[in-house]
């Protein structure tokens, strides 16, 4: 599927909306003291829904092996269990851009060690990366942050690996950064310095180092930066000095070396390459064998790209990962990458790349445990964006290979099924619990649409919801009177928006749509009965337009000339007349009490100049707003927005949501991400926001968290939390 402009992998990608998230909460006010609950903090299975970039097995010890990915950290597989553990969760807030994982590795030598190279952007607003280093397998961890920026979500990100244990000598390390030329340890990873005599010349726009391998003694170093006559594959024997590989390939399809992998039995390094670092952009690409023993280079391309297309296209693509048999000489996987027409493959040789199959063209795959991957279609794709490519080196037949949403794997070479239990990669957007019905939890994701969860422990059996398949979901509505009755917008090729009359278990497309909609889909509102709609549009650039109203369940749609162009309208819980708007670049508050037709300002003054402040209506009541302002702290009105008073417990508030009330209480419990003292978490209160107390802990922060928290309407105390990148995050009292 086409990946949508607002792309999950964008979410953070400009500079006011980053520099944001770190910004230092100021305002004052402390929280009143309250017993702390225990809590049991668990995912909400979708299963994967985001990029593996890399799938390391561990060459001596049986069924270990380790996952990247590209916003949502790192994981162990458990071969006994059969299922991926987290590694990173207690990478609190400050920390967001450490969720990113540029490169890890392992210490053959030494089987409990592993390294994590840490960075998500390495654009200024961005904070420096970091090397974390383990002794028991990624339970505890040790810490050096980086002088240098690292960039897991940026173009490159499923090449690799860039960082390498020295195969001469453990306590020394190797990490090859993308604007800073290679660095280097020499007490594991606890301190860094530039590596002197290497020969690519750092550039602040440039990809730098793609991949390190040892073949033997002798370690390589792939450079991403050439215009395909330069040297691009560099070797040192010493650690010290450095030379260009002689004989290696030039031109276009040799232009960037993506991945590389050693057959120590026949002394060949294998190399994949591409015109463009990927996943996106590639469209030629080779592949080459390096004889270590006498430097003599052969083209060993499974199938070059350019050729024609059944419907008279291209096929072009480039080449992503590849592995070898740790058991056979000369068998070994390659990938193709970003290969739309005909799909990307795997190719397998037995025989050193002189001959290959496409294990494509024999799969079988069962997507039974993660139905969202037909991605509305009758059968799922084979895979695209291959580039992390592994092999088990105790099972030939056991391969697995990543994709933008998922990680498949096989031991017959034949059926292949997603390999992906404890891996939720989500970046999560929207989150409504219903008040009824069998699922406690509808949410809207990037990339992946809407998902109706019918059970938290399970995949949805629907997949996401279909007619029309979305990439990225922009705006999720219930009609709180009239559960029954949801509402859904997002980047889709086949229309922007929805309904549904059965709770969110199936769609139907609105019978028009603005002609906004394609290029700009925002969020939406119902009012509490249903029959009234309100859509807004903000296109991916940041251009704000004003909202459009239906009250013909999307059959024709009215422009609102006085609502506040790109504001998210809110509905009242109570009142089907009222909807609500925050005007964030004016700090004003409007309402409408003729069901969305018009909008005329209550208070002003407010907090302004963040598209993130948040305005969310107290549920049963009519004129209870809450507005989470950032740093600015938490403002309520109760009385529909005509005044705000500023509540003094709590110094931040990121995101605001309401659950069912606690035994005895008639308010409902209000859920925060935010900060009461001194430190950005999560928070529950049972008295109105008088007192709080800190639901999360220490081992489960998960980075950045501010963008929907929701409490269940049925169960008090439960919570739903939106990750950027570790999926969707549900606590309960223990």
Not at 178 to 189: E, M, N, P, V, Y
Request: proline share 6%; net charge neutral.
């Amino acid at each position: 599927m086409r990946t949508p402009p607002l792309s999950r992998r964008a979410v953070l990608a400009g500079t006011a909306a980053a520099a944001a998230l770190t910004a230092v909460p100021m305002s004052q006010g402390r929280a009143l003291a309250a017993s702390t609950p225990t809590y049991r903090w668990r995912n909400v299975v979708q299963g994967g829904t985001g990029f593996v970039t890399g799938v390391l097995f561990h060459p001596s010890v049986r069924g270990l092996a380790y996952a990247r990915t590209d916003i949502g950290g790192a994981y162990r597989w458990d071969d006994s269990v059969g299922r991926w553990t987290p590694l990173i969760d207690h990478l609190g807030w400050d920390d967001w851009n450490l969720l990113g994982v540029e490169a890890m590795a392992v210490d053959p030598a030494h089987p409990n060690r592993l390294y994590l190279a840490l960075g998500t952007y390495s654009q200024p607003w961005a904070s420096n990366g970091a090397v974390l280093r383990s002794d028991d397998r990624g339970a505890t961890w040790a810490r050096t942050d980086l002088t240098v920026k690292l960039g897991a979500n940026e173009d490159g990100r499923g090449a690799g690996e860039r960082l390498l244990v020295d195969p001469r000598d453990s306590a020394t390390l190797w990490v090859g950064t993308r604007h800073d030329g290679l660095l280097k340890s020499t007490d594991r990873g606890a301190t860094w310095g530039a590596a002197t005599g290497f020969p690519g010349k750092p550039s602040g726009s440039g990809q730098g180092v793609t991949l390190l391998v040892a073949a033997g003694r002798t370690l390589y170093a792939g450079w991403g930066d050439s215009d395909g006559t330069a040297a691009n594959l560099f070797r040192t024997v010493d650690g010290v000095t450095w030379e260009a590989v002689p004989g290696q390939p030039s031109g276009v399809a040799a232009k960037v070396p993506v991945r590389a992998a050693y057959d120590q039995h026949t002394r060949e390094l294998y190399l994949t390459y591409a015109d463009a670092p990927g996943p996106n952009g590639q469209s030629d690409g080779s592949v080459h064998a390096l004889c270590t023993a006498n430097g003599k280079w052969r083209g060993v391309t499974p199938v070059k790209p350019g050729g024609t297309t059944d419907d008279g296209g291209t096929d072009s693509f480039g080449y992503g990962g590849v592995a070898v048999d740790a058991r056979r000489p000369g068998t070994l996987v390659v990938s193709t990458n970003n290969r739309w027409a005909l799909v990307d493959t795997v190719f397998r040789s037995t025989d050193g790349g002189r001959s290959w199959t496409s294990l494509k063209d024999c799969a079988v795959l069962d997507v039974s445990e993660t139905p969202y991957l037909k991605w509305g279609a009758d059968a799922p794709k084979f895979g695209w964006w291959i580039q992390a490519l592994a092999l088990d080196p105790y099972d030939s037949r056991h391969v697995v290979y990543g994709t933008g949403a998922t990680l498949y794997g096989t031991r017959d070479l034949k059926h292949w099924a997603p390999q992906i239990r404890g891996i939720e990669e989500a970046a999560a957007k929207l989150l409504i619990s219903p008040p009824v019905g069998q699922a406690h939890l509808i949410s809207g994701s990037g990339d992946i649409g809407v998902m109706y969860h019918e059970k938290l422990t399970a995949s949805p059996s629907r997949g996401m919801a279909s007619n029309p398949v979305f990439g990225t979901a922009t705006g999720l509505a219930q009609a709180v009177a009239k559960p029954a009755y949801v509402v859904r917008t997002g980047w889709g090729d086949h229309g922007n928006g929805a309904y549904s009359n059965d709770g969110g278990q199936t769609w139907t497309p609105f019978a028009a749509q603005p002609a906004l909609a394609k290029d700009a889909p925002g969020p939406i509102a119902v009012n509490t009965d249903g029959t009234a709609l309100l859509w807004v549009f903000v296109h991916w650039d940041g251009t704000k337009y004003p909202a459009y109203r239906s009250a013909d369940n999307g059959a024709t749609w009215t422009e609102v000339p006085s609502f506040p162009k790109g504001a998210t309208p809110v509905a009242d819980p109570a009142d089907p007349t009222l909807f609500y708007a925050y005007d964030t670049d004016t700090g004003t508050l409007l309402a409408s009490t003729d069901s969305g037709r018009t909008f005329t300002a209550r208070a002003s003054g407010l907090p302004s100049g963040d598209s993130q402040f948040e305005l969310v209506a107290a549920p049963g009541r009519s004129g209870d707003l809450w507005l989470s302002v950032k740093g600015n702290g938490l403002y309520r009105s109760t009385d529909g927005g005509v005044g705000f008073a500023k509540v003094g417990s709590c110094r931040a508030s990121y995101a605001l949501g309401f659950g069912k009330a606690a035994e005895g209480a008639v308010y409902p419990a209000v859920f925060m991400v935010g900060v009461t003292e001194t430190i950005t978490a999560v928070y529950r209160s049972d008295d109105e926001a008088k007192s709080w107390v800190r639901i999360n802990d220490d081992r489960h922060q998960w980075g950045w968290t501010g963008e929907a928290i929701a409490g269940d309407p049925r169960v008090h105390g439960r919570v739903y939390l939106a990750t950027n990148g570790r999926g969707i995050q549900y606590g309960e009292p223990v």
